[in-house]
């Protein structure tokens, strides 16, 4: 099982960007897709962005889509989550995830959590 922390989360303004890091450890995370999900106050958990083991297919929320950019290095068992254009309905603790497979199959393939991050957008 690979183990997740989650660093980069701060106070924006609404219009500004963060970049949100999941550093893994375990030999797994290379042939692991991996995901970004998040939870707002009184708000269930949502998926915001997902990439295959080898980074060649993401696929995102729509309400992210265009804003939001996930990646990774697999030589530094590495997540990232670039987010720009940050608005207040963006604010949220932002978990990554460690899915049981190389592809995204859905969103109950992910086993392994991070402790999440805060983000939070004023406006």
């Known amino acids: 099982q690979v183990q997740l922390v989650e660093s980069g989360g701060g106070a924006v303004q609404a219009g500004g960007s963060l970049r949100l890091s999941c550093a893994a450890s375990?030999?797994?995370?290379?042939?692991?897709?991996m995901g970004w999900f998040r939870q707002a106050p009184g708000k269930e958990r949502e998926f915001v962005a997902v990439?295959?083991?080898?980074?060649?297919?993401?696929y995102y929320a729509e309400s992210v889509k265009g804003r939001f950019t996930i990646s990774r290095e697999n030589a530094k068992n590495t997540l990232y989550l670039q987010m720009n254009g940050l608005k207040p309905e963006d604010t949220a603790v932002y978990y990554c995830a460690a899915s049981t497979y190389r592809d995204y199959r859905g969103n109950t393939d992910f086993r392994s959590w991070g402790q999440g991050t805060q983000v939070t957008v004023s406006s």
């Open positions: 990439i295959n083991w080898s980074g060649g297919n993401t």
């Open positions: 375990g030999r797994t995370f290379s042939s692991a897709a």
